[in-house]
């Protein structure tokens, strides 16, 4: 979606540095209730919809440990490359046409069916509410993705939203991602993103460690079942001074 989509004005309209980071130490949904079979590493996933690197590491994650819990956490990339004063890789011509190669040979390499939508990028605001409004359980994000990136779907259009509703079984989404609620929700976890360090998507984050991208699926298992994270080497590499800035 382009940087400067008026949907992202929506998203974020008024948001500071202490905003998002009062946001990011609240909750923006409730954990797990405590109990003897509670699971005990719990990760939030960020993402948009609109990247397919998305849509293959979420059909990855039955292959997780059953001890790691994914909560999914629908953002808004676009607002997330505006704070950070990136571009997005559809809206460099060469890396786009990368990035779809790229996409693709992962997905035939993994297995995964995918079939780009008729237009990318595409403004994914509604169907990020949707999954919102349908509470972002990990079953009506697959949905939603599924309908995306395996079937091949557009879902910008009002004809095109409608029929994502329908076919994720909740037809009442048309008037659900209306709600002052639903695009509240959507905001928060933007800016708790934010906070957070989040610079793209998808983005797994687990005590406070960011594993951004599909290809860093197997670092983050790594880092689940070892102090990789804490070995000297990485320790010392993670504190590296700036040797020269870009003017």
């Known amino acids: 979606m382009p940087a400067d989509d008026p949907a992202l004005r929506e998203i974020r309209p008024h948001a500071t540095l202490a905003g998002i980071r009062a946001m990011a130490a609240t909750p923006v949904a409730p954990a797990p209730a405590r109990g003897a079979c509670m699971p005990d590493k719990t990760v939030d996933w960020f993402f948009d919809v609109v990247s397919p690197f998305a849509y293959l590491q979420l059909e990855q994650f039955d292959r997780l440990p ?71 359980s990990l079953d009506a994000v697959r949905a939603i993705f599924r309908h995306i990136w395996r079937d091949g779907h557009d879902v910008a259009s009002p004809e095109g939203f409608a029929a994502l509703c329908e076919a994720v079984g909740f037809a009442q989404g048309v008037a659900a991602v209306e709600q002052q609620t639903v695009k509240d929700t959507l905001r928060q976890h933007t800016d708790a993103a934010i906070a957070l360090g989040v610079f793209g998507v998808p983005t797994l984050v687990y005590d406070g460690a960011l594993f951004w991208g599909e290809d860093a699926t197997a670092m983050f298992l790594h880092c689940l079942s070892s102090d990789w994270l804490a070995t000297p080497e990485v320790q010392r590499i993670s504190a590296l001074p700036v040797g020269a800035q870009r003017v």
């Open 66 to 136: 059953g001890t790691v819990v994914i909560r999914p956490r629908p953002v808004v990339l676009g607002a997330i490359l505006n704070h950070w004063g990136q571009k997005g890789p559809a809206e460099i011509a060469s890396k786009r046409v990368f990035t779809y190669r790229h996409a693709l040979f992962r997905a035939q390499q993994l297995g995964i069916a995918l079939r780009m939508p008729p237009a990318h990028p595409f403004n994914p605001i509604k169907a990020l509410r949707l999954a919102v409004a349908m509470g972002a």
